[in-house]
């Protein structure tokens, strides 16, 4: 089950970069906002469905029968929540780093090639591991060969990747980009915006590896990953409702254009966060491995639907960090 569930998850994920992609225009400069209004919506209703969900639980079968098969966990990933108010106010740091960095790379959606702006995004994980090893919430003990090879490969891809960005000569990128549907000047703002994402992105990870750290009362943690899940789409809906009178009452833009590629989009990023908890929840670290290669099928969706083509260079480098992202997996 786990495995199916896995896989799930990583064609959520790589469809959500492939049609937030699609509907992000290069000329629309309120399309990150425009993005993340219907990751947040979609996210928002999501949140309404688990506190229904919840209390259909709970006043039925109980949450801890549910649990006791591997569909009942699957159902509970969809469908229930111990969510409360101060969870809200616990999680909104961790939440809000997140949510900041899907804005940023929503952002990089206009400057860049998703096939490289995703792998660079998705090796966010090397550098939380290392950040949470300087700040002491791992151990050395954590640190295997595998983990270290896998760090080294990821740094070493990013470098190279912008490497060969630099110093690609231009009418060779034009003469590259000439079936894509999107035309990319060389600029150094495109590449250190999936950056800037990987950076914030690990912040986030690390304040989540710390918060499911702190003991409760009870000896259990603060927050559970229920809560913290429904805390996630809760911040997002507020997020929407922002960006909602931003583009509609400041901006005087039109949020409901019709591009249907958002909504596609943001549903693939809340169902597959729901297909991750629930790998999540079985504790199948393998499952792990498989969603964190989901950057590679978004690179061949890109190849395809958006007939992004790059280098030998580019895909030996996105190669090299993508063996590190599994390796860390």
């Known amino acids: 089950m ?6 799930l998850a990583l064609l959520c994920w790589s469809g959500s970069d492939i049609f937030s992609k699609l509907g992000s225009q290069q000329k629309d400069k309120n399309s990150h906002w425009k993005v993340t209004f219907a990751v947040g919506l979609i996210m928002g209703v999501h949140f309404v469905i688990t506190l229904i969900g919840s209390a259909v639980i709970n006043s039925t079968v ?37 949510i900041f960095a899907m804005v940023v790379g929503y952002i990089s959606l206009r400057y860049i090639e998703l096939s ?3 792998p660079i995004c998705n090796c966010s994980g090397a550098l939380a ?20 090879v896998g760090v080294v490969l ?32 060389k600029s150094l703002l495109a590449f250190l915006l999936p950056i800037a994402y ?20 009870t000896g259990d943690g603060i927050i559970s990953d229920y809560a913290a899940n429904s805390a996630f789409e809760l911040t997002f809906l507020l997020v929407a409702v ?15 254009s019709g591009n249907k590629h958002l909504y596609f989009g943001g549903a693939c990023e809340t169902v597959g966060q729901i297909f991750y908890m629930a790998v999540m929840f079985s504790d199948f670290s393998e499952g792990m491995v498989i969603i964190s290669a989901y950057c590679a099928l978004s690179v061949l969706w890109s190849r395809i639907f ?3 083509k790059l280098s030998w260079k580019h895909y030996a480098a996105i190669a090299c960090a993508f063996a590190g992202i599994v390796m860390l997996g």
């Open 2 to 7: 786990w495995f199916w569930l896995s896989l």
């Open 62 to 98: 109980g949450i801890e029968a549910l649990e006791a098969t591997a569909l009942g966990k699957i159902l509970a990933s969809l469908f229930y929540t111990d969510f409360v108010l101060m969870d809200f106010v616990r999680y909104l740091p961790v939440a809000a780093l997140y």
């Open 116 to 118: 490289i702006s995703s």
């Open 129 to 148: 591991f290392v950040l949470c090893l300087i700040f002491g919430i791992y151990s050395m003990e954590d640190v295997t060969p595998l983990v270290i």
């Open 154 to 185: 990821i740094t070493l891809g990013i470098v190279a990747l912008g490497f060969i960005e630099n110093y690609e000569d231009e009418e060779i990128k034009a003469a590259r980009q000439e079936k894509a549907n999107r035309k990319y000047a």
């Open 198 to 217: 990987l950076i914030i992105d690990a912040l986030g990870t690390v304040g989540d590896e710390f918060i499911f750290s702190i003991e409760g009362p």
């Open 242 to 256: 922002f960006a909602f009178i931003w583009i509609k009452f400041v901006k005087k833009d039109k949020i409901f």
């Open 306 to 308: 958006l007939k992004e």
